[in-house]
Nanobody, 121 residues
C-alpha cells in the first residue's frame, strides 16, 4: 500500500509560482503512474496532470504551458511546478497513485490528504 503526503501549497498573487511535492512510501513507486487532481468549491475533483512510469506527461487544457509535472524515482517524489498562477487555480490539490491503467483515466488507488493553493488578485 502506498502512502502519499503533499506539501508546498500556500498563498500567492496572480502570476506567481508554487512548487508542490508529493512524497510516496511503498516498494514499487517507480511502477506507479502519478497524478495531481484539484478540488475547488464544487461537486467534483478535476484532473490536473499525470506522469506515467515511463515519465510521459499529460495535462488538462487549462494548465498546459503553465504547469509541469515531474518525478524523481530516487526520492520517491512527484512534483508539480505551477507558474503564471491564476485565481481560478485556487483549490485543494491532491496527489494520487495507480499501479495499472492509463495515467489520465480513473480510478486512482491511493490519495494524499491534499494541500491548499490560494491565488489572490
Amino acid at each position: 500500500q502506498v502512502q502519499l503526503v503533499e506539501s508546498g501549497g500556500g498563498l500567492v498573487q496572480a502570476g506567481g509560482s508554487l512548487r508542490l511535492s508529493c512524497a510516496a512510501s511503498g516498494r514499487t513507486f517507480s511502477r506507479y503512474a502519478m497524478a495531481w487532481f484539484r478540488r475547488a468549491p464544487g461537486p467534483e475533483r478535476e484532473f490536473v496532470a499525470a506522469i506515467s512510469q515511463f515519465a510521459n506527461t499529460y495535462y488538462t487544457d487549462s494548465v498546459k504551458g503553465r504547469f509541469t509535472i515531474s518525478r524523481d524515482n530516487s526520492k520517491n517524489t512527484v512534483y508539480l511546478q505551477m507558474n503564471t498562477l491564476k485565481p481560478e487555480d485556487t483549490a485543494v490539490y491532491y496527489c494520487a497513485a495507480k499501479s495499472v491503467g492509463a495515467p489520465t483515466t480513473p480510478p486512482y488507488d491511493y490519495w494524499g490528504q491534499g494541500t491548499q493553493v490560494t491565488v489572490s488578485s
